[in-house]
């Protein structure tokens, strides 16, 4: 018999006395909770496993699954995340995102997510959550997504008035306090596209396989250095163009070009990132062999950075 130390409750609050749920919205709701929980896991190296319970059912729906694990104390602490991030909005009023998300922030939740991990491993004492931790996350594009599809799923049945979360121990008795969200904060979890801001790389190199010179419509196929993949991108410098087209650049096999990049991005069902296009705005230099040549357009830039840096450390220390 297992014992189970940590448990989840989870429970759907009606607008009539009914203890029942139809059972599509219920399970196409539930498994994006446990997606998430299980992408937590995952992120913390946390070994567990869910399970669902019987028990007396109440006015409402209640819902207590029993997380068993190698260590009581971690699990408390990924489900206290999980609660914290799921409880948090994606969205303001009007629609826009909490957090306008970016390459730093993602790099900055690695390294937070990193520290908790080491910190669980070594079994450091007094381990908390940090709320710059929960403000990534919950704005992280795959947490964003699970939310978004639960409570859109949630919203579509009428009778559920609220959603609240709980954490309880071996007697079911409360762990922690309960966290809820009211039907009318449904919609600021509810993602209103799927697209993505873009994302720009201002230091990509593409190693150029076939150019297309004559028709902007087509695209340009590449092989882009993050990763080494091939890539069919749209070239808008139209500099370097019209230098490749007067043959001012020759266009040989293995030449590369180092450039601006900007990335259209979306998200998938299942809230990973799919690229769906490239666009290169400024070429800043060629390359074949040991031969390097910087474009005209890539000295403005590269001098517009340098200015800019410039005024940042003004800024800082004037």
């Given at each position: 018999m297992i014992k189970f130390d940590n448990k989840l409750e989870l429970r759907y609050y009606f607008n009539d006395k009914s203890n029942y749920m139809d059972a599509m919205i219920k399970h196409r709701s539930e498994k994006e909770v446990l997606s998430l929980i299980r992408t937590l896991a995952d992120m913390l190296d946390i070994k567990m496993t869910v399970y669902c319970e019987s028990f007396a059912q109440q006015?409402?729906?209640?819902?207590?699954?029993s997380v068993a694990g190698e260590?009581?104390?971690?699990?408390?602490?990924l489900l206290n995340l999980f609660m914290q991030v799921w409880t948090r909005p994606t969205l303001l009023v009007g629609g826009q995102p909490v957090v306008d998300r970016s390459v730093a922030d993602e790099?900055?939740?690695?390294?937070?997510?990193?520290?908790?991990?080491?910190?669980?491993?070594?079994?450091?004492?007094?381990?908390t959550v940090?709320?710059?931790?929960?403000e990534l996350l919950s704005a992280s594009p795959r947490v964003c997504k699970c939310k978004s599809n639960f409570y859109?799923?949630?919203?579509?049945?009428?009778?559920?008035?609220?959603?609240?979360?709980?954490?309880?121990?071996?007697?079911?008795?409360?762990?922690?306090?309960?966290?809820?969200?009211?039907?009318e904060q449904f919609d600021y979890y509810i993602l209103r596209s799927d697209e993505l801001p873009p994302v720009k790389d201002n230091?990509?190199?593409?190693?150029?396989?076939?150019?297309?010179?004559?028709?902007a419509r087509y695209r340009w196929k590449g092989i882009y250095n993050k990763g080494g993949e091939t890539i069919d991108f749209y070239m808008c410098d139209e500099d370097f163009k019209k230098d490749m087209f007067d043959e001012k650049i020759v266009f040989k096999s293995g030449m590369c070009i180092d450039c601006v990049l900007e990335i259209q991005r979306k998200?998938?069902?299942l809230g990973e990132v799919v690229n769906i296009s490239y666009t290169v705005e400024t070429v800043i230099r060629t390359r074949f062999d040991k031969m390097e040549i910087i474009t005209p357009q890539g000295k403005r830039h590269l001098r517009k950075l340098e200015a800019e840096k410039k005024q940042l450390t003004l800024d800082l220390f004037g």
């Open positions: 006015e409402g729906f209640r819902e207590i699954w260590n009581s104390r971690l699990i408390s602490v790099e900055k939740m690695q390294r937070e997510i990193a520290l908790l991990r080491t910190n669980l491993r070594k079994k450091s004492p007094g381990i940090t709320r710059e931790l929960v859109e799923a949630v919203r579509g049945y009428p009778k559920v008035t609220k959603f609240t979360l709980r954490e309880l121990n071996e007697n079911n008795r409360s762990r922690s306090g309960s966290l809820e969200v009211k039907r230091k990509a190199t593409i190693e150029i396989i076939s150019p297309v010179l004559k028709d998200m998938s069902e």
